[in-house]
């Protein structure tokens, strides 16, 4: 006699079971799957870069290379030697910039942008005590310096003018007053009047470091941070490291946009 008999769902539970397990650790996680996804873009580095300069392109010796415009229009190619290749793109009128494509080997290595050599243009400033250099450093990116008349009377404008200065305040000002300081103005110590201090690195480390205790807070050169911003209401002071170079494309565009944030 043979007995027919139907198998009980519960016997095939733990395989059920065990099938799941398998299947969920041979997949990725979401996450994983995300972080892994975009190699290419990752591998797509963004390039601030001077027009009406030579600019150095990071590109391998023996490579073959091409920089040619979003919309495929040819801008320059080579094959690199043992220095890094440079280009140089005619200067811009100020207010515009250009975007590229550097292609390395045939893949895409780097977005490019391209920006005007008065980069600052039509931005204004009141220079308060700033050396020759410093003035024709940023006059030449466009800045203009701003006169002022009565100084009262800029001080309770409803935006008051951005100043520039080569030495740190000693109280708090109303807008915005970005330092330039040179290495000798270290250490100083940071007024009890301003109530934020933020600590901030850029893309070009610098050197300035803060020390604050229940006694006292200064600045010095023996750190890397990039720039200190110091608050208090509607006072903001920006004081950059010592070797902050406005030649540096990166700083610039720092420089350019605390400006455009508080022009009046």
């Not at 020390?211 to 010095?220: A, G, L, T």
Request: aromatic share 8%; with cysteine.
């Amino acid at each position: 006699m043979i007995h027919h008999t139907q198998s009980s769902p519960q016997r095939y539970l733990p395989l059920l079971l065990f099938a799941f397990v398998v299947i969920a650790l041979c997949r990725p996680s979401d996450a994983f799957a995300q972080e892994r996804a975009p190699t290419a873009a990752k591998a797509k580095e963004l390039i601030n870069l001077w027009s009406g300069r030579a600019q150095p392109l990071p590109v391998p010796a023996g490579a073959t290379w091409a920089v040619t415009s979003d919309h495929g229009r040819h801008f320059f190619s080579g094959n690199s030697a043992a220095e890094p290749p440079a280009i140089t793109l005619p200067a811009l009128p100020p207010g515009t910039r250009e975007t590229a494509v550097l292609t390395v080997n045939g893949h895409v290595q780097a977005k490019l942008i391209f920006w005007p050599p008065q980069l600052l243009a039509p931005c204004q400033a009141i220079f308060a005590d700033v050396p020759g250099d410093l003035a024709a450093a940023l006059k030449q990116l466009g800045i203009r310096e701003r006169p002022v008349h009565d100084e009262a009377a800029a001080a309770l404008a409803a935006k008051p003018p951005v100043r520039i200065r080569q030495s740190p305040p000693l109280t708090p000002s109303p807008g915005l007053t970005l330092v330039f300081p040179d290495r000798w103005a270290f250490p100083c110590a940071i007024a009890d009047d301003w109530r934020e201090i933020m600590l901030h690195h850029a893309k070009k480390p610098g050197m300035l470091s803060v020390i604050y205790d229940k006694q006292s807070r200064n600045m010095d050169t023996n750190g890397t941070l990039s720039y200190v911003v110091l608050k208090k209401q509607h006072s903001q002071c920006v004081i950059f490291s010592p070797d902050f170079s406005l030649a540096d494309i990166d700083n610039a565009l720092l420089v350019k946009a605390f400006l455009e944030e508080k022009q009046p």
